[in-house]
């Protein structure tokens, strides 16, 4: 089991665990208490964005899809409060596109779930990318591609799906449909 060492023995470093899914924060803010962490938890980007600017977290875990604003927004928001907190974005929707835009605003890492405490607390603990990491000999299905180009239009439109259907040249319950679908497996 991982622990995060911090700087003052006596003091347990802050994290703010936000998801729309009560039962998973249920689930997960007991690990983490007992991986070390002090922990607060929000159902929304908007309350836990309430939330930070009383007090910045250290660390943070964040759903990427959320009812209200994305976990996208939010990933922008706490890294504006404070460059130094570390964030994990997690998504059941994994796309290049979405890793890569949280990577920009401030994400630490990106995880897909399922995880479990242990794999957010190495998230946390690892300070740079691994070069030996095993590259893919089978390229991406079509689907895949087709659902990688709609997440990086979507993006594009700031998650606007009117405007993500115009330029996609779709009608937009098609691209409703289409994202509405889990992405297909890499």
């Known amino acids: 089991m991982n622990t995060l060492n911090t700087e003052i023995s006596d003091e347990k ?7 729309d899914d009560q039962d998973f924060l249920n689930a997960l803010a007991p690990a983490m208490k007992k991986r070390g962490f002090l922990v607060s938890m929000a159902d929304s980007a908007e309350s836990a964005f309430a939330l930070a600017s009383i007090e910045p977290p250290e660390f943070a875990v964040v759903d990427l899809k959320m009812s209200g604003n994305s976990g996208l927004v939010l990933v922008r ?3 504006s409060l404070n460059a130094g907190t570390k964030i994990v974005v997690l998504t059941g929707f994994a796309s290049v596109t979405t890793a890569i835009e949280a990577i920009k605003l401030g994400a630490t890492h990106y995880l897909a779930k399922p995880v479990d405490a242990d794999e957010i607390v190495a998230a946390f603990e690892k300070q740079a990318g691994d070069a030996n990491v095993a590259l893919s000999s089978n390229p991406l299905s079509v689907d895949r591609l087709e659902w990688e180009y709609i997440q990086r239009i979507l993006a594009e439109n700031n998650g606007n799906i009117s405007a993500t259907a115009r330029s996609l040249n779709m009608h937009r319950r098609t691209l409703q449909r289409k994202l509405g679908k ?3 497996a890499i």
Request: hydrophobic share 45%.
């Open 182 to 184: 889990n992405p297909t």
């Open 13 to 19: 470093p802050s994290l703010l665990l936000v998801d």
């Open 77 to 79: 928001q706490l890294a």
